[in-house]
Protein backbone atom coordinates (compact mmCIF):
# COMPACT_ATOMS: atom_id res chain seq x y z
CA UNK A 1 0.00 0.00 0.00
CA UNK A 2 3.02 2.21 0.82
CA UNK A 3 4.26 1.65 -2.42
CA UNK A 4 0.99 2.41 -4.23
CA UNK A 5 0.78 6.20 -2.76
CA UNK A 6 4.59 6.40 -3.44
CA UNK A 7 4.90 5.94 -6.41
CA UNK A 8 2.90 8.65 -7.96
CA UNK A 9 4.53 11.11 -6.20
CA UNK A 10 7.97 10.23 -6.45
CA UNK A 11 6.96 10.86 -10.30
CA UNK A 12 5.81 13.74 -9.41
CA UNK A 13 8.70 14.72 -7.34
CA UNK A 14 10.67 14.48 -10.98
CA UNK A 15 9.15 16.45 -13.03
CA UNK A 16 11.52 19.53 -14.96
CA UNK A 17 10.61 23.01 -12.72
CA UNK A 18 8.86 24.24 -15.92
CA UNK A 19 6.03 21.68 -15.71
CA UNK A 20 5.99 21.83 -12.39
CA UNK A 21 5.38 25.80 -12.53
CA UNK A 22 2.59 25.56 -14.99
CA UNK A 23 0.86 22.62 -12.91
CA UNK A 24 0.73 24.99 -10.01
CA UNK A 25 0.00 27.75 -12.04
CA UNK A 26 -3.25 26.09 -13.25
CA UNK A 27 -4.13 24.60 -9.38
CA UNK A 28 -4.24 28.39 -8.75
CA UNK A 29 -5.99 29.45 -11.39
CA UNK A 30 -8.50 27.15 -11.32
CA UNK A 31 -12.35 28.07 -10.85
CA UNK A 32 -14.65 25.38 -9.46
CA UNK A 33 -17.76 25.61 -8.63
CA UNK A 34 -18.43 29.14 -10.05
CA UNK A 35 -21.43 30.03 -12.67
CA UNK A 36 -20.64 32.28 -15.60
CA UNK A 37 -22.99 35.17 -14.53
CA UNK A 38 -20.80 35.80 -11.45
CA UNK A 39 -17.41 34.91 -12.74
CA UNK A 40 -15.96 38.16 -12.06
CA UNK A 41 -16.77 38.45 -8.63
CA UNK A 42 -16.28 35.07 -7.85
CA UNK A 43 -12.73 35.17 -9.07
CA UNK A 44 -12.43 38.32 -6.48
CA UNK A 45 -13.87 37.09 -3.28
CA UNK A 46 -12.18 33.54 -4.07
CA UNK A 47 -8.60 34.94 -3.65
CA UNK A 48 -7.56 33.20 0.17
CA UNK A 49 -9.43 30.00 -1.16
CA UNK A 50 -6.81 29.55 -4.70
CA UNK A 51 -4.09 30.64 -2.37
CA UNK A 52 -4.63 27.82 -0.35
CA UNK A 53 -5.10 25.28 -3.12
CA UNK A 54 -1.26 26.63 -4.27
CA UNK A 55 0.10 26.11 -0.45
CA UNK A 56 -1.57 22.19 -0.69
CA UNK A 57 0.48 21.36 -3.56
CA UNK A 58 3.31 22.72 -2.55
CA UNK A 59 4.04 20.11 0.02
CA UNK A 60 4.98 17.30 -2.88
CA UNK A 61 8.77 18.49 -2.71
CA UNK A 62 11.04 21.18 -2.74
CA UNK A 63 11.18 21.75 -6.67
CA UNK A 64 7.13 22.36 -5.50
CA UNK A 65 7.45 24.37 -2.79
CA UNK A 66 10.05 27.13 -5.08
CA UNK A 67 7.17 27.35 -7.97
CA UNK A 68 4.44 27.74 -5.47
CA UNK A 69 6.17 30.08 -3.48
CA UNK A 70 5.17 33.58 -5.71
CA UNK A 71 1.45 32.15 -5.43
CA UNK A 72 1.06 31.97 -1.88
CA UNK A 73 3.21 34.50 -0.86
CA UNK A 74 3.15 37.47 -4.22
CA UNK A 75 -0.52 38.29 -3.08
CA UNK A 76 -1.95 39.38 0.75
CA UNK A 77 -5.08 38.62 1.00
CA UNK A 78 -7.91 40.21 3.07
CA UNK A 79 -11.58 39.05 1.99
CA UNK A 80 -15.58 38.92 3.96
CA UNK A 81 -17.41 35.53 3.04
CA UNK A 82 -20.24 34.60 4.70
CA UNK A 83 -19.91 36.93 7.28
CA UNK A 84 -15.95 35.98 8.07
CA UNK A 85 -13.28 37.28 7.41
CA UNK A 86 -10.34 35.53 5.71
CA UNK A 87 -6.75 36.79 5.22
CA UNK A 88 -2.98 35.34 4.88
CA UNK A 89 -1.44 38.82 5.71
CA UNK A 90 -0.14 36.81 9.03
CA UNK A 91 1.64 34.17 6.86
CA UNK A 92 3.18 36.33 4.21
CA UNK A 93 4.46 38.54 6.84
CA UNK A 94 6.22 35.87 9.29
CA UNK A 95 7.26 33.95 6.38
CA UNK A 96 8.26 35.94 2.83
CA UNK A 97 7.36 39.39 3.05
CA UNK A 98 9.75 40.23 0.18
CA UNK A 99 7.41 38.22 -1.96
CA UNK A 100 4.31 40.15 -1.57
CA UNK A 101 3.88 42.25 -4.91
CA UNK A 102 0.21 43.36 -4.50
CA UNK A 103 -2.82 43.54 -1.73
CA UNK A 104 -6.47 42.38 -2.20
CA UNK A 105 -9.23 43.33 0.15
CA UNK A 106 -12.71 42.25 -0.79
CA UNK A 107 -15.25 44.25 1.70
CA UNK A 108 -15.75 46.59 3.89
CA UNK A 109 -12.32 48.81 4.47
CA UNK A 110 -12.65 49.87 7.86
CA UNK A 111 -13.40 45.88 8.81
CA UNK A 112 -10.41 45.30 6.77
CA UNK A 113 -7.97 47.73 8.45
CA UNK A 114 -8.75 46.24 11.26
CA UNK A 115 -8.03 42.65 10.69
CA UNK A 116 -5.06 43.16 8.76
CA UNK A 117 -3.86 45.17 11.82
CA UNK A 118 -4.19 42.26 14.03
CA UNK A 119 -2.57 39.85 11.80
CA UNK A 120 0.39 42.58 11.78
CA UNK A 121 0.91 43.87 8.16
CA UNK A 122 1.89 47.24 9.74
CA UNK A 123 4.58 45.51 11.38
CA UNK A 124 6.42 44.06 8.66
CA UNK A 125 8.11 45.49 6.12
CA UNK A 126 7.01 44.65 2.23
CA UNK A 127 9.73 45.77 0.13
CA UNK A 128 7.99 44.65 -3.46
CA UNK A 129 4.72 45.88 -2.52
CA UNK A 130 3.45 48.31 -5.68
CA UNK A 131 -0.26 47.58 -5.96
CA UNK A 132 -3.43 47.41 -3.66
CA UNK A 133 -6.61 46.45 -4.87
CA UNK A 134 -9.86 47.55 -2.75
CA UNK A 135 -13.40 45.62 -4.31
CA UNK A 136 -15.96 47.11 -2.09
CA UNK A 137 -16.85 50.65 0.26
CA UNK A 138 -14.26 52.62 2.50
CA UNK A 139 -11.54 51.60 0.06
CA UNK A 140 -9.35 55.25 2.02
CA UNK A 141 -9.63 53.33 5.32
CA UNK A 142 -7.10 50.76 3.57
CA UNK A 143 -5.21 53.47 1.48
CA UNK A 144 -4.76 55.27 4.78
CA UNK A 145 -2.82 51.76 6.04
CA UNK A 146 -0.61 51.55 3.11
CA UNK A 147 0.19 54.91 3.09
CA UNK A 148 0.81 54.92 7.13
CA UNK A 149 4.53 56.51 8.39
CA UNK A 150 4.22 53.56 10.90
CA UNK A 151 4.33 51.05 8.25
CA UNK A 152 8.25 49.69 6.70
CA UNK A 153 7.07 50.49 3.17
CA UNK A 154 9.71 51.57 0.75
CA UNK A 155 7.65 52.09 -2.45
CA UNK A 156 4.58 53.68 -0.67
CA UNK A 157 5.06 56.51 -2.80
CA UNK A 158 5.01 54.98 -6.06
CA UNK A 159 2.46 52.24 -4.78
CA UNK A 160 -0.63 52.01 -7.63
CA UNK A 161 -4.14 52.36 -5.65
CA UNK A 162 -7.71 50.85 -7.76
CA UNK A 163 -10.56 51.03 -6.11
CA UNK A 164 -12.66 48.70 -7.90
CA UNK A 165 -16.74 48.11 -7.27
CA UNK A 166 -18.34 45.92 -4.81
CA UNK A 167 -19.03 42.62 -5.92
CA UNK A 168 -22.29 41.76 -7.08
CA UNK A 169 -25.49 41.60 -5.04
CA UNK A 170 -28.40 39.88 -5.90
CA UNK A 171 -31.70 40.13 -3.07
CA UNK A 172 -35.02 38.19 -3.77
CA UNK A 173 -37.51 39.74 -0.93
CA UNK A 174 -41.12 39.33 -0.37
CA UNK A 175 -43.12 42.89 -0.51
CA UNK A 176 -43.37 43.58 2.91
CA UNK A 177 -42.39 46.63 4.94
CA UNK A 178 -39.01 44.63 6.54
CA UNK A 179 -37.81 43.70 3.38
CA UNK A 180 -38.33 46.82 1.72
CA UNK A 181 -36.02 47.97 4.52
CA UNK A 182 -33.54 45.62 3.53
CA UNK A 183 -34.01 47.05 0.45
CA UNK A 184 -33.46 50.64 0.43
CA UNK A 185 -30.58 49.81 3.05
CA UNK A 186 -28.75 48.12 0.03
CA UNK A 187 -30.09 50.28 -3.04
CA UNK A 188 -26.03 52.03 -3.35
CA UNK A 189 -24.81 48.11 -3.42
CA UNK A 190 -27.32 45.69 -5.00
CA UNK A 191 -27.16 44.82 -8.70
CA UNK A 192 -29.98 42.25 -9.51
CA UNK A 193 -33.32 42.65 -7.60
CA UNK A 194 -36.24 40.09 -7.31
CA UNK A 195 -39.58 41.14 -5.54
CA UNK A 196 -41.78 38.55 -5.00
CA UNK A 197 -46.14 38.98 -4.38
CA UNK A 198 -46.26 42.66 -5.18
CA UNK A 199 -49.83 44.01 -4.74
CA UNK A 200 -49.81 46.34 -7.50
CA UNK A 201 -47.96 48.45 -9.71
CA UNK A 202 -47.84 51.64 -8.28
CA UNK A 203 -46.15 50.21 -5.11
CA UNK A 204 -43.00 49.49 -7.14
CA UNK A 205 -42.62 53.22 -8.32
CA UNK A 206 -43.39 54.07 -4.82
CA UNK A 207 -39.76 52.32 -3.25
CA UNK A 208 -38.71 56.20 -2.02
CA UNK A 209 -35.27 55.24 -2.73
CA UNK A 210 -32.90 55.11 -5.81
CA UNK A 211 -31.15 52.05 -7.06
CA UNK A 212 -28.66 53.23 -9.57
CA UNK A 213 -26.04 49.81 -9.61
CA UNK A 214 -29.34 47.61 -10.50
CA UNK A 215 -29.30 45.89 -14.06
CA UNK A 216 -31.78 43.46 -13.76
CA UNK A 217 -34.71 43.48 -12.07
CA UNK A 218 -37.61 40.50 -11.61
CA UNK A 219 -41.44 41.36 -10.72
CA UNK A 220 -43.81 38.61 -9.58
CA UNK A 221 -46.75 40.27 -8.44
CA UNK A 222 -49.89 38.68 -7.07
CA UNK A 223 -53.41 40.68 -7.37
CA UNK A 224 -52.17 43.46 -9.75
CA UNK A 225 -54.81 45.70 -10.69
CA UNK A 226 -54.80 48.85 -13.47
CA UNK A 227 -54.11 52.31 -11.21
CA UNK A 228 -56.25 54.70 -12.46
CA UNK A 229 -54.13 57.48 -10.25
CA UNK A 230 -50.53 56.82 -11.40
CA UNK A 231 -48.56 59.31 -12.48
CA UNK A 232 -48.26 60.69 -16.65
CA UNK A 233 -45.74 58.62 -18.16
CA UNK A 234 -42.95 61.60 -18.12
CA UNK A 235 -43.38 62.00 -14.77
CA UNK A 236 -42.78 58.43 -14.20
CA UNK A 237 -39.67 58.00 -16.09
CA UNK A 238 -38.04 61.04 -14.50
CA UNK A 239 -38.87 59.65 -11.12
CA UNK A 240 -38.09 55.79 -11.81
CA UNK A 241 -35.77 54.50 -9.12
CA UNK A 242 -34.23 52.21 -11.42
CA UNK A 243 -32.35 54.66 -14.25
CA UNK A 244 -29.66 52.03 -15.33
CA UNK A 245 -32.01 49.07 -16.04
CA UNK A 246 -30.86 46.97 -18.49
CA UNK A 247 -33.38 43.41 -17.96
CA UNK A 248 -37.20 43.63 -16.74
CA UNK A 249 -39.25 40.75 -16.03
CA UNK A 250 -42.22 40.69 -15.00
CA UNK A 251 -44.27 37.59 -14.19
CA UNK A 252 -48.07 37.03 -13.22
CA UNK A 253 -48.94 40.03 -15.73
CA UNK A 254 -52.81 40.73 -15.60
CA UNK A 255 -52.75 44.65 -16.52
CA UNK A 256 -52.03 47.23 -19.05
CA UNK A 257 -48.10 46.89 -18.81
CA UNK A 258 -47.35 50.20 -20.82
CA UNK A 259 -47.89 51.60 -17.34
CA UNK A 260 -44.92 49.60 -16.23
CA UNK A 261 -42.46 49.55 -19.17
CA UNK A 262 -43.35 53.52 -19.38
CA UNK A 263 -42.25 53.54 -15.61
CA UNK A 264 -39.36 51.64 -15.54
CA UNK A 265 -37.54 51.01 -18.68
CA UNK A 266 -35.19 53.75 -20.17
CA UNK A 267 -32.36 54.52 -22.69
CA UNK A 268 -30.25 51.21 -21.16
CA UNK A 269 -33.19 48.42 -20.87
CA UNK A 270 -32.44 46.11 -23.65
CA UNK A 271 -34.67 43.48 -22.61
CA UNK A 272 -38.02 42.72 -21.65
CA UNK A 273 -39.83 39.66 -20.59
CA UNK A 274 -43.71 39.79 -20.05
CA UNK A 275 -45.00 36.78 -19.06
CA UNK A 276 -49.05 36.77 -18.46
CA UNK A 277 -51.81 34.73 -17.35
CA UNK A 278 -53.55 32.24 -19.83
CA UNK A 279 -57.06 33.43 -18.32
CA UNK A 280 -56.16 37.46 -19.30
CA UNK A 281 -54.98 36.97 -22.46
CA UNK A 282 -58.32 37.92 -23.84
CA UNK A 283 -58.28 41.04 -22.23
CA UNK A 284 -58.07 44.07 -24.47
CA UNK A 285 -55.67 45.94 -22.10
CA UNK A 286 -53.59 43.78 -21.88
CA UNK A 287 -52.84 43.40 -25.42
CA UNK A 288 -52.28 46.87 -25.87
CA UNK A 289 -48.33 47.20 -26.44
CA UNK A 290 -45.97 49.42 -28.40
CA UNK A 291 -42.52 48.21 -27.38
CA UNK A 292 -40.66 50.68 -29.83
CA UNK A 293 -41.63 53.37 -28.48
CA UNK A 294 -41.94 52.28 -25.14
CA UNK A 295 -38.43 50.70 -25.07
CA UNK A 296 -36.69 52.14 -27.95
CA UNK A 297 -33.04 50.39 -26.87
CA UNK A 298 -34.49 47.15 -26.53
CA UNK A 299 -32.42 44.22 -28.63
CA UNK A 300 -34.76 41.04 -27.12
CA UNK A 301 -38.22 40.30 -26.24
CA UNK A 302 -39.28 37.20 -24.63
CA UNK A 303 -43.11 36.82 -24.24
CA UNK A 304 -44.92 33.88 -22.61
CA UNK A 305 -48.35 32.71 -21.64
CA UNK A 306 -48.52 30.63 -19.10
CA UNK A 307 -51.29 28.45 -17.60
CA UNK A 308 -52.88 25.04 -17.60
CA UNK A 309 -55.38 25.43 -20.33
CA UNK A 310 -54.59 26.23 -24.00
CA UNK A 311 -55.69 29.67 -25.26
CA UNK A 312 -57.53 30.02 -28.61
CA UNK A 313 -55.96 31.03 -31.74
CA UNK A 314 -57.48 33.98 -32.21
CA UNK A 315 -56.28 35.18 -28.51
CA UNK A 316 -52.90 33.71 -29.16
CA UNK A 317 -52.55 35.46 -33.36
CA UNK A 318 -53.80 38.12 -31.31
CA UNK A 319 -51.06 38.42 -29.08
CA UNK A 320 -48.34 37.50 -31.41
CA UNK A 321 -49.14 40.18 -33.44
CA UNK A 322 -49.18 43.20 -30.69
CA UNK A 323 -45.66 41.96 -30.01
CA UNK A 324 -44.62 41.59 -33.56
CA UNK A 325 -46.20 44.87 -35.17
CA UNK A 326 -45.08 46.91 -32.42
CA UNK A 327 -41.27 45.50 -32.04
CA UNK A 328 -38.42 48.05 -33.53
CA UNK A 329 -36.35 46.81 -36.54
CA UNK A 330 -33.31 46.42 -35.03
CA UNK A 331 -34.90 43.56 -32.28
CA UNK A 332 -32.11 40.57 -32.12
CA UNK A 333 -34.11 38.18 -30.24
CA UNK A 334 -37.20 37.35 -29.97
CA UNK A 335 -39.12 34.54 -27.87
CA UNK A 336 -43.10 33.72 -28.44
CA UNK A 337 -44.15 30.86 -25.80
CA UNK A 338 -47.66 30.55 -25.99
CA UNK A 339 -49.78 27.36 -25.32
CA UNK A 340 -52.60 27.83 -28.18
CA UNK A 341 -54.18 25.25 -29.98
CA UNK A 342 -53.93 25.68 -33.49
CA UNK A 343 -51.27 26.80 -35.71
CA UNK A 344 -50.34 30.94 -36.26
CA UNK A 345 -51.62 32.15 -39.86
CA UNK A 346 -49.23 32.23 -42.33
CA UNK A 347 -49.63 36.32 -42.65
CA UNK A 348 -48.33 36.63 -39.43
CA UNK A 349 -44.48 35.24 -40.13
CA UNK A 350 -44.77 37.58 -43.48
CA UNK A 351 -45.22 40.42 -41.03
CA UNK A 352 -42.58 39.31 -38.51
CA UNK A 353 -40.11 38.55 -41.87
CA UNK A 354 -40.63 42.02 -43.08
CA UNK A 355 -40.22 44.34 -39.78
CA UNK A 356 -37.45 42.08 -38.13
CA UNK A 357 -35.09 41.50 -40.35
CA UNK A 358 -32.14 41.98 -38.01
CA UNK A 359 -32.56 38.95 -35.97
CA UNK A 360 -30.28 36.42 -34.83
CA UNK A 361 -32.82 34.32 -32.39
CA UNK A 362 -35.71 32.99 -32.70
CA UNK A 363 -37.65 31.00 -30.78
CA UNK A 364 -41.24 30.33 -31.05
CA UNK A 365 -42.73 27.52 -28.43
CA UNK A 366 -46.53 27.79 -30.37
CA UNK A 367 -47.90 25.43 -33.01
CA UNK A 368 -45.97 26.72 -36.54
CA UNK A 369 -46.08 24.71 -39.84
CA UNK A 370 -42.47 23.37 -41.45
CA UNK A 371 -43.38 25.71 -44.10
CA UNK A 372 -43.78 28.77 -42.79
CA UNK A 373 -40.41 27.72 -40.73
CA UNK A 374 -38.70 27.91 -44.32
CA UNK A 375 -40.04 30.81 -45.47
CA UNK A 376 -38.46 32.70 -42.08
CA UNK A 377 -35.28 31.09 -42.49
CA UNK A 378 -35.41 32.29 -46.16
CA UNK A 379 -36.36 36.08 -45.28
CA UNK A 380 -34.50 36.61 -42.38
CA UNK A 381 -30.89 37.32 -43.68
CA UNK A 382 -28.89 37.24 -40.33
CA UNK A 383 -30.50 34.33 -38.63
CA UNK A 384 -28.68 32.50 -36.81
CA UNK A 385 -30.27 30.15 -33.81
CA UNK A 386 -34.11 28.98 -34.76
CA UNK A 387 -35.80 26.77 -32.30
CA UNK A 388 -39.49 25.76 -32.96
CA UNK A 389 -40.20 22.71 -30.63
CA UNK A 390 -44.01 22.75 -32.00
CA UNK A 391 -44.29 22.20 -35.20
CA UNK A 392 -47.44 20.52 -36.94
CA UNK A 393 -47.40 17.49 -39.12
CA UNK A 394 -50.57 17.53 -40.89
CA UNK A 395 -49.72 19.93 -43.04
CA UNK A 396 -46.23 19.42 -44.54
CA UNK A 397 -44.15 21.44 -47.60
CA UNK A 398 -45.43 20.87 -51.30
CA UNK A 399 -42.27 18.80 -52.39
CA UNK A 400 -41.49 15.15 -53.04
CA UNK A 401 -39.38 14.10 -50.46
CA UNK A 402 -41.30 11.74 -48.78
CA UNK A 403 -38.51 9.05 -49.06
CA UNK A 404 -34.66 9.02 -48.90
CA UNK A 405 -34.31 8.19 -52.53
CA UNK A 406 -36.33 11.44 -53.53
CA UNK A 407 -34.35 13.22 -51.74
CA UNK A 408 -30.96 12.19 -53.17
CA UNK A 409 -32.15 12.96 -56.52
CA UNK A 410 -33.43 16.52 -55.44
CA UNK A 411 -30.81 17.68 -53.80
CA UNK A 412 -27.97 15.80 -56.31
CA UNK A 413 -29.38 17.44 -58.59
CA UNK A 414 -29.32 21.08 -57.63
CA UNK A 415 -33.71 21.23 -57.59
CA UNK A 416 -33.42 23.40 -54.34
CA UNK A 417 -31.66 27.08 -53.79
CA UNK A 418 -29.95 27.71 -50.86
CA UNK A 419 -32.26 29.02 -48.36
CA UNK A 420 -30.04 30.63 -45.51
CA UNK A 421 -26.21 30.93 -45.02
CA UNK A 422 -26.38 32.49 -41.88
CA UNK A 423 -28.31 30.18 -39.83
CA UNK A 424 -25.96 28.08 -37.45
CA UNK A 425 -28.40 25.72 -35.05
CA UNK A 426 -31.59 24.16 -35.79
CA UNK A 427 -33.65 22.80 -33.08
CA UNK A 428 -37.16 21.31 -34.25
CA UNK A 429 -39.82 18.84 -32.62
CA UNK A 430 -42.98 18.33 -33.27
CA UNK A 431 -46.63 19.08 -31.91
CA UNK A 432 -47.86 15.79 -33.27
CA UNK A 433 -46.89 12.81 -35.45
CA UNK A 434 -49.21 12.79 -38.00
CA UNK A 435 -47.32 11.62 -40.46
CA UNK A 436 -44.60 8.70 -40.62
CA UNK A 437 -41.89 9.43 -39.24
CA UNK A 438 -39.48 8.72 -41.93
CA UNK A 439 -41.56 11.21 -44.03
CA UNK A 440 -41.08 14.12 -41.20
CA UNK A 441 -37.12 13.37 -41.29
CA UNK A 442 -36.56 13.83 -45.11
CA UNK A 443 -38.25 16.75 -44.79
CA UNK A 444 -36.04 18.11 -42.14
CA UNK A 445 -33.38 16.59 -43.69
CA UNK A 446 -34.58 18.90 -47.24
CA UNK A 447 -34.66 21.92 -44.70
CA UNK A 448 -30.96 20.93 -42.63
CA UNK A 449 -29.40 20.13 -46.31
CA UNK A 450 -30.21 23.93 -47.84
CA UNK A 451 -28.48 26.02 -45.17
CA UNK A 452 -24.92 25.36 -45.70
CA UNK A 453 -23.91 27.06 -41.98
CA UNK A 454 -25.82 24.75 -40.17
CA UNK A 455 -23.61 23.34 -37.27
CA UNK A 456 -26.53 22.18 -35.00
CA UNK A 457 -29.33 19.93 -35.21
CA UNK A 458 -31.53 18.78 -32.78
CA UNK A 459 -34.73 17.31 -31.93
CA UNK A 460 -36.73 14.64 -29.64
CA UNK A 461 -34.92 11.81 -27.96
CA UNK A 462 -36.30 9.25 -30.79
CA UNK A 463 -36.09 11.76 -33.62
CA UNK A 464 -33.32 12.57 -33.73
CA UNK A 465 -32.16 8.56 -33.15
CA UNK A 466 -34.34 8.86 -36.92
CA UNK A 467 -32.78 11.38 -38.01
CA UNK A 468 -29.44 10.74 -37.73
CA UNK A 469 -30.14 6.74 -39.35
CA UNK A 470 -31.69 8.72 -42.70
CA UNK A 471 -28.42 10.67 -42.71
CA UNK A 472 -26.63 7.58 -42.52
CA UNK A 473 -28.50 6.12 -44.84
CA UNK A 474 -28.11 8.81 -47.39
CA UNK A 475 -23.94 8.69 -47.18
CA UNK A 476 -24.30 4.29 -47.58
CA UNK A 477 -26.89 5.14 -50.48
CA UNK A 478 -23.57 7.78 -52.57
CA UNK A 479 -21.02 5.00 -51.67
CA UNK A 480 -23.02 2.82 -53.35
CA UNK A 481 -23.62 4.75 -56.52
CA UNK A 482 -20.01 6.11 -56.99
CA UNK A 483 -21.30 7.75 -60.60
CA UNK A 484 -23.37 10.09 -58.33
CA UNK A 485 -21.17 11.14 -56.46
CA UNK A 486 -18.77 12.12 -59.54
CA UNK A 487 -21.40 13.55 -61.56
CA UNK A 488 -24.33 15.07 -59.16
CA UNK A 489 -23.21 17.39 -56.54
CA UNK A 490 -23.03 16.14 -52.72
CA UNK A 491 -21.73 19.07 -51.17
CA UNK A 492 -25.17 18.93 -48.70
CA UNK A 493 -24.42 15.94 -47.50
CA UNK A 494 -20.92 16.62 -46.14
CA UNK A 495 -22.53 19.60 -44.58
CA UNK A 496 -25.34 17.24 -42.84
CA UNK A 497 -22.70 14.71 -42.19
CA UNK A 498 -20.09 17.03 -40.12
CA UNK A 499 -23.39 18.64 -38.47
CA UNK A 500 -23.79 17.82 -34.85
CA UNK A 501 -27.67 16.30 -34.15
CA UNK A 502 -28.32 15.61 -30.73
CA UNK A 503 -31.19 14.97 -28.62
CA UNK A 504 -32.44 18.16 -26.67
CA UNK A 505 -30.94 19.21 -23.95
Known amino acids: MVGFVCAPLSGLAQLPPDVVFMIVRQVYAAQTGLDGASRTSAVRRNVVRRIARALAVAGVSRTWRQAAVPFVYGTV????????????????????????????VVGDGRQARRVLELAGFGRARWPRL????????????????????????????????RVAPA??????????????????????????????????????????????????????????RADANAA??????????????????????????????QALCGAHTSRVELEVGAEQLASSRLLALDLARQVPG??????????????????????????????PAHLQHLRLSIRACAALPRALFDS???????????????????????????????????????????ELPANEVRTLDKLYVVMSKRQSRVLSA?????????????????????????????????????????????????????????QRHARWSSADSTDWLDHLIAATIRPHA
Open 77 to 104: ACEQADGRWRTNAKLCARAAPQWARQLV
Open 130 to 161: QRVQVVGHEAAAVCALVTCDRLALPRAGACSV
Open 167 to 224: EVCELTLPWNAHSLAVLRAAAASVEQVRLLDIPHARSVLQLQARFPRVRALSLLFADL
Open 232 to 261: SPRDRRALSPFPRLQRLRASGVSFDVRELL
Open 298 to 327: IRAIDVACVGPAHVTADCAAALARQVVRTA
Open 352 to 394: LSVRCTQLRTLELRVPVRLADCESLVARLPRLERLRVPYVCTD
Open 422 to 478: SLQALHVGFWDYRQPTRALCCHVIHLAARLPGLLLVSADPQFSIALRSAVDGLHLMR
